[in-house]
Every structure is written in C-alpha cells, then in structure tokens.
C-alpha cells in the first residue's frame, strides 16, 4: 500500500502571507502511459466533509480560488496558499488515487498567526 | 449538481452490525463511469477508505484489507442508493463516516462529492 506523509502536521501563518504545505508518498504515484500525477489535495472545515480542491496534483476544482495551486511530481508534492484568508482556516490532506486502496495523508491544520 | 445524502443511526452496540445509507442526486449508482465509496474519518486512524461498488455491466466491489472480512457494500438501483453494513464492530470502529464519489474510467480519480458525514459512536 502506497503511505502518504505531510508535512508539517500544523502551521501558523499571517493574513496575506504564503502558507507551504508538503506530502510525500512511499512510490511514486505519477501514471507513464498519460504523464498524470494521481495526486488530490482536500480542504476540512470543522464539521464539513473533505472538499476536493486540486486534481492531477496541479488542476484546481472549479471554483476554487486562484491562490491555492498544487505542484510536484512522483513522491514530492506541494499545496501553496498564497495571501491567506481568514476563511482558509481548516485541515488540509493529500491523498493518492494511483492505485488501491486510496490513501489519505495525515492532515496538515492552517492557523492564523 | 451531485448531491448524496447519508441516514441512519449514531449509536451501535458492540458486535452488532453498522448500517448506513447514502441516497444520489445528480447521478445513477449504476453509471459506467464512477464509484461509489465509504470512507471514515477518526482520531486515531484518520481518513481511511474502507470500500467501494461500481457498475461496469456487472457490479463490482472492493474492499480495505483491514475490514474486508466484516463489511458489505451494496447498490439499490430501485432507489438510487448505496449502503455500507459493518459487522462485528468493536469501539474502534467508532468514527464519522463518509459516503463520496470517485470518476472511474480507465482508472481511478480524486473523490469528488461526499457526503454530510455520520458520526456513529460504538457503545453499549
């Protein structure tokens, strides 16, 4: 089974400043055959269910703001916030989707400064 | 607009069996092109998926080792519905609980709606 690890597992960061987010998988998750990496990234509000923010580790869901991007590619993965909002309090999870069973980081929680 | 919605109870006695349902709006249980999924979310274990049923001319399933033994995914083509029966539980299988949708064409993709979540507790 293919293990993801985030890091850090909490941080706190200034409104409008960059927030770093990173996940490791234990195999790379990057597909040959359509050059995809198979790699999401989830926002959780306290009470809500996981919201699908980025696809394909760079793709963002339609409607998700412009200051979320994702990168990396094989093991190494980010997810950037940049200029945080108050709203973009919440945990953040990885997650792969290269092969089963899917696998879930173990959340990274963002706070104000 | 892919709507799912979770019912059933909060409070399961020990060794009795979990029973929940996840009703879809916006989407066919039996599209060719997706998956149906329950995944759980606890302190101790995280998000883990547990399982999944899809439909490719025949229905299929799959399960997490780690539950393989106990759980039992169905469809309910009548009522556009699937369920999720865990048995023998134990408190550790004390968590919310999540019904989602995954993309499943040639292969797998990120779960893309869930559902509200259901918190059922293990206790006697």
């Known amino acids: 089974d293919i293990v993801m690890t985030q890091s850090p597992d909490s941080l706190a960061v200034s409104l409008g400043e960059r927030a770093t987010i990173n996940c490791k998988s234990s195999?790379?998750?990057?597909?040959?055959?359509?050059?995809?990496?198979?790699l999401g990234w989830y926002q959780q509000k306290p009470g809500q269910p996981p919201k699908l923010l980025i696809y394909?580790?760079?793709t963002r869901e339609s409607g998700v703001p412009d200051r979320f991007s994702g990168s990396g590619s094989g093991t190494d993965f980010t997810l950037t916030i940049t200029s945080l909002q108050a709203e973009d309090v919440a945990v953040y999870y990885c997650?792969?989707?290269?092969?089963?069973?899917?696998?879930f980081g173990q959340g990274t929680k963002v706070e104000i400064k | 607009q892919v709507q799912l919605q979770q019912s059933g109870p909060g409070l399961v006695k020990p060794s009795q069996t979990l029973s929940l349902t996840c009703a879809i709006s916006g989407d066919s249980v039996s599209s060719k092109s997706v998956a149906w999924n329950w995944i759980r979310q606890s302190p101790s274990r995280g998000l883990e998926w547990l399982g999944r049923?899809?439909?490719?001319?025949?229905?299929?399933?799959d399960y997490a080792e780690s539950v393989t033994s106990r759980i039992t995914i169905n469809p309910d083509t009548s009522k556009n519905q699937f369920s999720l029966q865990l048995n023998s539980v134990t408190p550790e299988d004390t968590a919310v609980y999540f019904c989602?949708?995954?993309?499943?064409?040639?292969?797998?993709?990120?779960?893309?709606?869930w559902g509200q979540g259901t918190l059922v507790t293990v206790s006697s």
């Open positions: 997650q792969q989707y290269y092969s089963t069973p899917p696998a």
């Open positions: 989602a949708r995954c993309v499943f064409g040639r292969q797998l993709e990120s779960f893309d709606y």
């Open positions: 195999q790379s998750v990057l597909y040959s055959s359509n050059n995809k990496n198979y």
């Open positions: 394909w580790a760079s």
């Open positions: 049923t899809y439909y490719r001319s025949k229905w299929y399933n």
